[in-house]
């Protein structure tokens, strides 16, 4: 089975409703062999396409990923990311705002982030947080002292303009970016968290917070469909990966991921005339060298 990115894309201007997207699709692999197979392929593919982006130093691309807890986001990019050069990229996960990030605006702790041209970055969570848990915890706002209330949506609204300027402004400067909104079933992360308490290793994973925040689904839901209705563009576009087979989401948005390269048609410097008198100097140089004792 083929994976089409555009069967997880959301088209620019279009109503979100999440209970339409699955949170399970029938699966591209037929076995576990099958799936450490396509996704080997799928990492070696990506190897060697962030070597050309670095060689390029053209764009920068911006992985950002956004989901209810447990739905894999760790996972997904430990697995896709495994054979990247760490040197052409950095993770960034975004926790609640230290003091001196709630004495700037929202944005000023990601922007900080971003990856330079030619390298990848990739946020674990990010100023998204900021229409999603602070939608749904509107206490939050508080701490971070705007001036001037407003009306209820009034503040979402401005802060979805805000994102939509900051993602134009990067992309005009060659920033890429792919969003994925990891969607998971609320059965699915009872059987995950029950998991966590069942094994030892993952007990440090769980807390008593997660089971505040799972009472608290359906207003996430719609947290994020109006995050997904308004801020998924043509050129920064959201994807909704069925999340409820870890193994299958790793294939799609590796998938997604490699396709995205491709369409940089990204090319390795030219050499011209004078780097190639200057590099034949070399060789003429490095033959003539005697043999170095050792």
């Known amino acids: 089975m083929k994976i089409n990115a555009s069967d997880y894309r959301v088209l620019e201007g279009g109503p979100v409703k999440l209970k339409k997207w699955p949170t399970r699709v029938n699966p591209v692999y037929h076995s576990k062999e099958q799936y450490q197979t396509l996704l080997a392929d799928h990492v ?19 992985l950002i990923f956004q989901a209810m807890d447990a739905a894999g986001k760790d996972g997904a990019i430990r697995h896709v ?4 050069n760490p040197q052409g990229c950095q993770v960034f996960s975004f926790k609640h705002p230290s003091a001196t990030e709630l004495e700037h605006d929202f944005l000023w702790r990601t922007t900080q982030c971003l990856p330079e041209r030619g390298r990848i970055g990739i946020f674990n ?31 979402w609204q401005e802060r979805y303009r805000s994102i939509l300027d900051l993602e134009n402004h990067l992309y005009r400067n060659g920033t890429r970016i792919i969003k994925f909104f990891l969607h998971l079933s609320p059965d699915e992360q009872r059987k995950r968290f029950l998991n966590r308490i069942d094994e030892p290793q993952k007990n440090w994973k769980f807390s008593l917070a997660d089971i505040e925040e799972r009472g608290f689904w359906k207003e996430y839901m719609q947290a994020y469909e109006a995050c997904l209705t308004a801020t998924s563009t043509k050129h920064s576009p959201w994807y909704v990966v069925p999340a409820d087979d870890k193994a299958n989401a790793r294939l799609i948005i590796s998938r997604i991921v490699v396709d995205t390269f491709k369409a940089l048609k990204l090319r390795y410097p030219e ?22 004792g050792r």
């Open 81 to 84: 990311m495994s054979g990247i």
């Open 271 to 292: 050499t011209d005339a004078e780097r190639r008198q200057e590099l034949s100097a070399i060789r003429q140089r490095l033959m003539a060298e005697e043999p170095i």
């Open 44 to 62: 070696a593919e990506l190897s060697g396409l962030q070597q050309l982006h670095y060689a390029a130093n053209r764009y920068a691309v911006l």
């Open 125 to 155: 969570r990010s100023y998204y947080e900021e229409v999603l848990i602070a939608r749904v915890h509107p206490e939050i706002l508080l701490s971070e002292k705007i001036p001037d209330s407003r009306g209820d949506d009034t503040i």
